[in-house]
């Protein structure tokens, strides 16, 4: 596992079924390959190979980025959950580096509309 770290937000008030605007952040270098160090020589080329994003053991979120993307990515989806359960995020970079950053999402049960 790698010592990057990922950030999740949310809404803190949810109730089943609402559209969630998901909002994650990832410390990560994304070294494209070309820039260089103090001595000039190149920095290789480290970039996430990809990313995913399950919640309640679904596949909610995937993304393969590519060089192009800056350091410490950042990436916004939608879920509609429909009980509380755990958002994992699991990572892999071209060093063969994982991670994986595991937050929780309570959910309220949708009222009854009232009389």
Known sequence: MS???????WPL???AGD???VRLLVQHPMHTGY???MQGRLIARNVLVWLTCTLDGQQVFR???S???AANPYFEFFVRPRTSADMVVQWQDDLGVTGEWRQ???VAER???GP
């Open 111 to 113: 009222k009854a509309p």
């Open 13 to 15: 008030a949810i109730q």
């Open 104 to 106: 929780r999402m309570d």
């Open 63 to 65: 993304v393969e980025p």
């Open 19 to 21: 559209v969630v605007k």
């Open 67 to 69: 060089s192009g993307i």
């Open 3 to 9: 010592q990057s770290l990922a950030r999740l937000q």
């Open 35 to 37: 820039q260089q160090d």
